[in-house]
RNA sequence: UCCUCGGUAGCUCAAUGGUAGAGCGACCGGCUGUUAACCGGUUGGUUGUUGGUUCGAGUCCAGCCCGAGGAGCCA
C-alpha cells in the first residue's frame, strides 16, 4: 500500500492508510497501546487493541521502543480524544529497526546534553516546529524580492580581505594566500546593482568574535538586498514591507507550528507598515527619561535596544547614528556631517537588532578619506573605490539576520535553536 | 578577553566536613482511552581533572579542563 503522510490524514477518514515513520512515544495500558508516531510532516496518535489484531502485530506493537523506525497500517478515524483530533486503528506494524537506549527521553534535559545530541534532538516537536517556522521565513524573503524587482547576486564566500575591517574574520588558506570566510557579500553587491539595479545575496556569513550570548552564532544566514538610486527613506520602506511580509506570510503558513511554540501570535498579527521610527539623537533622551543615560555619540548596547523597543508593539528603526558609530562606507547626513545615513531595525519584546543598513556614500573623496583615517588596506577596495569613479549614484541597502528574525517570530528564548547545526562559542560538535 | 554561575547514576537534580540518594529512563509485572499516563518491583556511581588541608573531602583551598548566562562587538 501507498505510504500516506500524516499531514493528510484528513483526506482518509474512515479508510485503511499506510504511515512510515518513527515512534516518538508510546503509552502502554496492557491490553491497550497508544504509540505517537510521526513521519516527517506530522503527528498521528495510533491505536492497538490486542483483540483487533494478530498476536504477531500486537506483540511488535508492545516491543517497539521510542525513536524505532516503524511502517503501520490502519483505519484513519476522527476521535476528539486524540492530540490532532485523528488517530489510526492499528490492523499491521512493521518494525523497520528496533531501537534501543534513545538518549533524549520525553522528560527534562540540559542544554549541554542536547546540543551534544544536537542530530537526535532535531526530532523532537519544539525543534520540528522551529526549523519548519525557518524555512517559511527563508521562503517569505525569496518570494518578496524575487516578486518585488530584486536580482539573486551570489556573492563570493572566500575573499581577500575583511569586508568592515573591523570585526575579526577567519583565515584561511588560498593556493599561498590569505584569505578569509566572508562576513558580508554587501560590498560585491554595490558593484552588481550597477549592473543590474536592485540585487540581493543570501548565505551563510562568519563571524569570528567570541560572542557569548543568546543573539548570537559564529555562523549565520543573512540576506542582504541592495539598490541604486535608493535614498535612506526609500531603504526603510523596502525594509519595513519586506519585514511585514515575513510575518504575515508565516502567520498564514505557521499556524501549527507557532501554536506548539506557544507563540502569542496577536503580538505579530498588528505588524504592519509603517513601523516607528526616532532618530538617534531623540533616543539618546528618551534613553535619559528612561534612566538609562548613554553620552551622546556611544553606540547603544544591547539593554539599550531592549529598552528602546520595549516602549513600541512594532519593530522600531532607529535611524541618523553618529558617523562614528558606523562602518566607513556609511553615507553622511546632508543636514548634519556628524551623523549617517543609517538605520538599524530593532525588533520588539526584546529581541534586539534585526537589520542592519542605510545609504551608502556615492563620494570618493569621502570614502578615500575613512579608508585611510581607519588604516584600512586601500589596494584591497581600489575596485570598491571604482563604483565611485564611474557613475557612481546614491544607494542604499541592509542586511537582515534569518536566525534572529526566527528567534522573534517564534519567540523563543536563544537563537541557537533556530538553525539545523549551530555554530556556537566553542562548538562545532556534531 | 572580562564578570557571574555550574560540573554527582544514561538524563534532571539532592546530599551541616562523618554510611553517596530521589525522580525519570531501562528491565520485569499489572491495567481497554493515555496525552511527560499511572501502580508495584529490579537495575544503576572513578562525584570533570590534578594537587593540597584534614583522623576523615561530593562538600574546604589552589591550578587546569569543560559548559552555561551576561558584557563588549554585531545580524
Not at 581600489?382 to 541597502?397: A, C, K, M, N, Q
Request: glycine content about 6%; some cysteine; overall charge negative.
Amino acid at each position: 500500500m501507498d505510504q500516506v503522510y500524516i499531514r493528510d490524514v484528513a483526506k482518509y477518514i474512515g479508510q485503511q492508510i499506510t504511515i512510515k515513520g518513527w515512534l516518538y512515544n508510546k503509552t502502554d495500558k496492557g491490553r491497550l497501546q497508544f504509540l505517537m508516531i510521526r513521519d516527517g510532516t506530522g503527528m498521528i496518535q495510533v491505536v492497538a487493541f490486542k483483540k483487533e489484531m494478530t498476536a504477531e502485530a500486537f506483540e511488535a506493537a508492545l516491543a517497539v521502543t521510542q525513536e524505532s523506525s516503524l511502517i503501520v497500517s490502519g483505519i484513519v478515524r476522527q476521535d476528539e480524544r486524540a492530540a490532532g483530533g485523528f488517530e489510526l486503528s492499528l490492523s499491521d506494524i512493521q518494525i523497520v529497526q528496533l531501537t534501543q537506549d534513545y538518549p533524549i527521553t520525553p522528560k527534562e534535559h540540559g542544554i549541554d546534553f542536547l546540543m551534544d545530541n544536537r542530530h537526535l534532538w532535531l526530532r523532537s516537536r519544539n525543534q520540528w516546529a522551529i526549523l519548519r517556522v525557518r524555512s517559511a521565513v527563508i521562503r517569505a524573503i525569496r518570494d518578496y524580492l524575487d516578486n518585488n524587482g530584486f536580482i539573486l547576486m551570489d556573492t563570493p564566500i572566500l575573499t581577500p580581505a575583511a569586508c568592515e575591517g573591523t570585526t575579526t574574520l577567519f583565515e584561511t588558506e588560498y593556493f599561498g594566500e590569505k584569505a578569509y570566510l566572508t562576513q558580508s557579500g554587501q560590498l560585491y553587491n554595490e558593484a552588481t546593482i550597477m549592473a543590474f539595479g536592485r540585487t540581493y545575496c543570501f548565505g551563510p556569513a562568519f563571524r569570528a568574535e567570541k560572542s557569548k550570548t543568546r543573539r548570537h552564532l559564529i555562523e549565520f544566514w543573512m540576506v542582504e538586498p541592495e539598490m541604486a538610486y535608493a535614498d535612506l527613506e526609500e531603504c526603510l520602506r523596502v525594509e519595513e514591507n519586506l519585514v511585514s511580509y515575513i510575518i504575515q506570510r508565516t502567520l498564514e503558513e505557521c499556524a501549527e507550528e507557532l501554536k506548539i511554540l506557544e507563540r502569542d501570535t496577536s503580538r505579530l498579527e498588528g505588524i504592519v507598515p509603517p513601523f516607528p521610527r526616532i532618530s538617534y539623537t531623540d533616543a539618546i533622551a528618551v534613553l535619559k527619561e528612561m534612566g538609562e543615560e548613554l553620552p551622546w555619540g556611544e553606540d547603544f548596547g544591547a539593554p539599550h535596544e531592549v529598552a528602546i523597543a520595549s516602549r513600541y508593539d512594532k519593530p522600531v528603526f532607529v535611524h541618523r547614528y553618529p558617523a562614528q558609530c558606523k562602518a566607513f562606507y556609511m553615507e553622511t547626513d546632508p543636514l548634519d556631517p556628524q551623523l549617517s545615513l543609517s538605520a538599524d531595525l530593532l525588533a520588539p519584546e526584546g529581541y534586539g537588532e534585526i537589520i542592519g543598513g542605510g545609504q551608502r556614500t556615492a563620494s570618493l573623496e569621502l570614502l578615500e578619506r575613512r579608508i585611510a583615517e581607519q588604516n584600512l588596506p586601500r589596494e584591497a577596495f581600489e575596485w570598491y573605490l571604482d563604483l565611485r569613479r564611474y557613475g557612481t549614484v546614491p544607494h542604499s541597502g541592509f542586511g537582515l539576520g534569518v536566525e534572529r528574525t526566527v528567534t522573534f517570530i517564534c519567540g523563543i528564548h536563544h537563537i541557537r535553536e533556530t538553525i539545523p547545526f549551530p555554530r556556537t562559542l566553542g562548538r562545532i560538535y556534531p
